[in-house]
């Protein structure tokens, strides 16, 4: 079962997550967001925002968000391009537990490996949680 | 493939993009990025929230703006940029969404030239709803 984050302290390391995009994703994730650059027309890369995207998700499969989470800043770096079906794993440390008052801001380091071992993005997010969390 | 479409110049814009944000966009986003947050695809539970409906992923409308970086500087983005942002105001189903930047650095340095532009994604009424910076690093010609 998931974990709440509020259970976390900071210098949690999720545990690696394993991940792929095949062409199918890739294009689901191109029409959801209207682009049609053209490095990723005939599946030749993958966007690094969907990269992103799903590092984060994988996070999701050890720790639960809360619903009413609320996602204040996003850091990205893009290093690699990646192609579809390429085989990534996703690092993710809890760098930064805060209450102020009634919130809760949460940070998460984040970076993105290649098989080779090659980091091809690097993130940080921050989330403030819900009061609900706390109960 | 092209590397970079526009003129490297301080105070120079970058093409502005504009997006209209709709749930079913947002429903593919969730299935996509496999974020299924009741508050971006459960009408009666976001309606209980204090957004009154659902709203965009966050990730959802940076991604329009890594279109924006994408169309500018070609591949340079997808291997050198870099992204800090922060989330000012949901997007909700029905907004539309304008994104624009402009160049408010240069450095160049060994055969390089860093290029910093501030970005801002901003609705209908004109609110900010992403505000922040990206970076990139383009070969000079």
Redesign the interface.
Same mark, same amino acid.
């Given at each position: 079962m998931a974990k709440a984050y509020s259970e976390l302290e900071a210098g949690y390391e999720f545990p690696p997550g394993n991940y792929k995009l095949d062409a199918a994703?890739v294009s689901? +994730?191109l029409? $959801?967001?209207?682009?049609a650059?053209?490095?990723y027309l005939d599946n030749r890369?993958v966007?690094? &925002? $969907?990269v992103? $995207?799903?590092a &984060?998700?994988a996070l999701?499969n050890t720790v639960s968000?809360p $619903?009413?989470?609320?996602?204040?800043?996003?850091?990205?770096? +893009?290093?690699?391009?990646v192609r579809p079906d390429e085989n990534l794993t996703s690092y993710a440390r809890l760098s930064r537990t805060q209450k102020r008052g009634k919130l809760h801001v949460i940070a998460i380091d984040f970076d993105v490996r290649s098989q080779a071992g090659k980091t091809v993005l690097t993130g940080k997010t921050s989330f403030i949680l819900p009061q609900d969390e706390e109960q | 493939m092209a590397s970079q479409l526009v003129e490297l110049q301080e105070g120079g814009r970058l093409p502005e993009i504009t997006k209209t944000v709709i749930q079913e966009n947002i429903n593919r986003y969730a299935e996509a990025s496999r974020d299924f947050n009741p508050i971006h695809i459960d009408e009666e539970f976001a309606r209980k929230t204090q957004h009154g409906g659902t709203i965009a992923h966050g990730m959802l409308v940076l991604a329009y703006v890594s279109e924006m970086m994408t169309a500018a500087f070609g591949r340079n983005w997808l291997t050198s940029g870099k992204l800090d942002v922060r989330f000012k105001a949901a997007a909700h189903p029905g907004e539309t969404i304008t994104v624009s930047g402009q160049i408010t650095k240069l450095s160049k340095s060994g055969g390089q030239t860093a290029v910093t532009c501030s970005i801002l994604c901003r609705n209908q009424k004109n609110e900010p709803v992403i505000t922040g910076e990206a970076t990139l690093v383009v070969p000079e010609v």
């Open positions: 994703r689901l +994730f029409g $959801a967001v209207g682009d650059s053209y490095p890369l966007p690094p &925002m $969907a992103a $995207a799903l &984060m998700a999701s968000l $619903a009413g989470a609320v996602h204040v800043s996003q850091e990205l770096g +893009f290093v690699e391009a | -």
